[in-house]
Nanobody
């Protein structure tokens, strides 16, 4: 059974850091593009970052470039999102997803995802 389980969300002050985890089961990360989306209340789900199954190249949305870092641990079959310099505008539910469509700004969109996790909530507030 394919599962993606996110963890690591919480309440953090502006300027703080969090590390989100996404534990995958039922498949090997190396065979899929893997990454993150987020959805703030009242807004559409937006792509944040992904990691290519082909060459481990990465893509980041402009809003998080230079603040967020995506990595994966092949042994633990887990993908991480290290978030630094957090802003109130980063407040959202963060979702892990997998795809075979390609990790790129044009292809990392919700409609191309094969499966999703339930999400983990990140709140940035003083």
């Amino acid at each position: 059974q394919v599962q993606l389980v996110e963890s690591g969300g919480g309440l953090v002050q502006p300027g703080g850091s969090l590390r989100l985890s996404c534990a995958a089961s039922g498949f090997r990360l190396g065979f899929y593009d893997i990454g993150w989306f987020r959805q703030a209340p009242g807004k559409q789900r937006e792509p944040i970052s992904c990691l290519s199954r082909v060459d481990d190249s990465t893509w980041y949305a402009d809003a998080v470039e230079d603040r967020f870092t995506i990595t994966k641990d092949r042994v633990k079959n887990t993908v991480y999102l290290e978030m630094t310099k957090l802003k109130p505008t980063d407040t959202a539910r963060y979702y892990c997803a997998r795809s075979v469509s390609e990790c790129s700004v044009y292809r990392w969109v919700p409609g191309n995802m094969l499966s999703w996790g339930e999400g983990t909530l990140v709140s940035v507030s003083s």
